[in-house]
């Protein structure tokens, strides 16, 4: 029985086996069809402690109001599925959004944003393979920055490695998302260009026994045409915070998708809160995107 979204509380203080049952119960389906492209919506950034979008800090605070607008991405043609936490993914559960849907476990979400710890990114939500295997996930993402002066990093890195080779043996997608990253005024940034990720790239392809189920998630950056040619694994194409014009952003997806190696994008907040408030207009471009050809 499909739960409405006032009904998850109740269910969940009356009800909780309802999940798991849920989850065996569930539609899978093949990782990617017939053109070999994902696009997947990402809502994994509260339990980092990252609410914000653009100049709003709170824009992602409100549970339902993020639930909304998950179930009418998902609704959308040419959504293949979501990227998220246990508490988010099983909220869309039990709404029946996840039926014939890629599902992809956010695995660790210790490092909170703005921490002393934030490098050593423990895994806080999917521990491990078993976890997502045992629900019939497609996958595990992993978030994996590399700042060579913060000793948190190695502690990362090796974790990501156990998750890359546990997912391998259950043969699902290992989605590592690495970073060469560093603190300024005390905070962790990303470096953006194209030097610095594609020694991440190298990095994060090394991660494991096994790549034979690696996915890369990387950010759009300039000289992407040379971060490609770092690797042979597949790649999605993370979205950001959106600062930008709409139509910039979709420009520069579209030119990225061309790639060889790019196979769809892994897009959170630029979907889910864009400037006018329309997340089925948004998804629909980059579903066309994704799936329509790339521009």
Do not use: C
């Not at 603190?183 to 470096?191: A, E, H, L, Q, S």
Request: aromatic fraction near 4%; avoid cysteine; charge should be negative.
């Amino acid at each position: 029985m499909v739960a409405r979204l006032s009904e998850l509380t109740e269910i969940r203080v009356r009800q909780p086996e309802r999940i798991a049952e849920a989850w065996q119960r569930r539609r899978t389906r093949e990782l990617v069809g017939t053109d070999g492209r994902l696009l997947i919506v990402a809502a994994d950034h509260p339990a980092r402690g990252a609410l914000g979008v653009r100049d709003d800090q709170f824009a992602m605070g409100s549970r339902p109001g993020l639930i909304e607008r998950l179930v009418t991405a998902l609704e959308r043609p040419g959504v293949d599925g979501v990227l998220a936490t246990p508490d988010v993914l099983e909220d869309l559960l039990l709404l029946g959004a996840l039926e014939g849907k890629v599902v992809i476990g956010s695995m660790n979400r210790g490092g909170l944003q703005g921490s002393s710890f934030e490098l050593d990114d423990r895994f806080t939500a999917y521990g491990s393979a078993a976890d997502i295997a045992s629900r019939r996930l497609d996958g595990g993402k992993m978030l994996t920055r590399i700042d060579l002066a913060d000793p948190g990093t190695v502690a990362t890195l090796e974790a990501s490695a156990k998750a890359v080779t546990e997912l391998a043996e259950h043969k699902l997608m290992a989605m590592v998302e690495p970073f060469w990253s560093t603190r300024k005024d005390g905070r962790v940034t990303n470096v953006l260009d194209a030097d610095s990720v594609i020694k991440s790239v190298h990095i994060a392809a090394g991660l494991g026994a096994t790549s034979a189920y690696t996915w890369l998630k990387l950010p759009v950056v300039d000289n992407l045409d040379r971060v490609m040619d770092a690797t042979t694994l597949p790649t999605l194409l993370l979205g950001g915070d959106p600062t930008v014009a709409p139509e910039e952003t979709y420009a520069r997806w579209g030119k990225a998708l061309s790639l060889p190696s790019v196979r769809g994008l892994v897009v959170g907040r630029a979907l889910l809160f864009p400037p006018d408030g329309n997340v089925a207009y948004a998804v629909d471009q980059a579903a066309s995107l994704v799936h329509g050809g790339a521009a």
